[in-house]
Nanobody
């Protein structure tokens, strides 16, 4: 059994920054791709950013140049540095990880609110 726990959400003014963190725990042999997704009530969950075990990254067009994803393979953690935040970034942010090749794990989410 594996678990992902996010932290770092909160309320911030437009133009501000937040850093989200996610820690994986449990019966972990290997974590492959990790990522962050977000969801606004009434809308589909959307990809924000992913990072492979080797460090290759991918970003949604809407966050390129503003968000940075990183990971620590030794600690089984992934982070999302969010700068120049906009009100449209308001959402619940979910951590995601492909673990042991056959487990697609999700965290419970952390709320990010950006006020205008």
């Amino acid at each position: 059994q594996v678990q992902l726990v996010e932290s770092g959400g909160g309320l911030v003014q437009a133009g501000g920054s937040l850093r989200l963190s996610c820690a994986a725990s449990g019966s972990i042999f290997r974590i492959n791709t990790m990522g962050w997704h977000r969801q606004v009530p009434g809308k589909q969950r959307e990809l924000v950013a992913t990072i492979t075990r080797g460090g290759s990254t991918n970003y949604a067009e809407s966050v390129k140049g503003r968000f940075t994803i990183s990971r620590d393979n030794a600690k089984n953690t992934v982070a999302l540095q969010m700068d120049s935040l906009k009100p449209e970034d308001t959402a619940v942010y979910y951590c995601n990880a492909n673990i042991n090749w056959n487990i697609n794990a999700w965290g419970k989410g952390t709320l990010v609110t950006v006020s205008s």
